[in-house]
DNA sequence: CACAATTAAATTATTCACAATTTAATTGAC
DNA sequence: GTCAATTAAATTGTGAATAATTTAATTGTG
């Protein structure tokens, strides 16, 4: 007895790449990247270099290790990330008065400039996508709630 | 008079971390990666071998132009990723007859026992997931849809 | 046939992601 | 106050993503 149930694609099993969730959210995620990338490499900027800096936006003189906790990112990214920042002039690192151990980034008047880019960024995002408001919030919502899932390490029974 | 628009999350013009789709997205991406990583990491796999790995368990034999189309990436990627699967005995990649400039990704013994645990990596992910095939494939559906729309340069009327 | 244009893959360089280790500052137990 | 434990960031090493360039094979035009 020859079992094909290789060629079938019942979701449970399917090693398809068309059936796979990761493969359709890993190129999402490439494909929202590039398109940033497309306003902010006139800048000089890159893709996470946007994210870190909407955070200073959000909260200025944030330390490293808040940073790296807002984003999911460890100091291995955010370091070198951080200095190339430092070096276009946007942020300035320094070390905190009451515990050396902590870093500070803090933006430059260079550095609160970008908020234009970033919205322009932003913008061009928005106009390809075509989604409402709500839409926009829901699927973000979605996201979020897929990610908080995958993060636990216990779905609730185990 | 101030206006205060930055401070109200209109959806539009919010620059707020949270609102964010674009970051909802990256951190899911790698949230799902991390996950597959958990499993793969035991036998010397990362994720992007994993994608690479179960296209050619659905077409064995692709070039490396084929691999790319597939997966939306470029030699620049795929060429040293190969290399190590080939270093790890998983593929062997050969010059094509016909066309000597074309190189085919074959899967060996040991790569297409990489199939099992390709399986259990997308278990693992499905279980944290709690979601009906109904669900998933709803949500690929979305994904896709924004990605086409991403990657579309004129939205309709430009 | 000769030679320009095209195609396919590889290479190089920059940046990001992440694990593991190291260094330095701070805290806590005694 | 001393010293172990903890915390914060930096460093090191590997792999991946992408742009730009290079190399080699093939195709097409004359």
Redesign the pocket.
Known sequence: MVKHADTIPDGENSLLLDDQLCFAL?AAA??M??VY?ETL?DH??????Y??LICLFEEDGL??????RR???????????????EIDGAVI?R??????????VRLTTKGRGYRDVAKRARAVVLQRLRMTNQELSNFRGQLANMTERLRNENPSDE
Chains 1, 2 share one sequence.
């Open positions: 890993h490439r494909a990247s590039s990338m490499r000089g900027l890159t893709y996470p270099q994210l870190v330390t490293v290790g808040q940073l790296g984003l999911q990112l460890d100091s291995g990214t955010l370091t070198p990330l951080l200095k190339r920042l690192r070390r905190a008065n009451h515990d050396e151990r902590r870093v500070e």
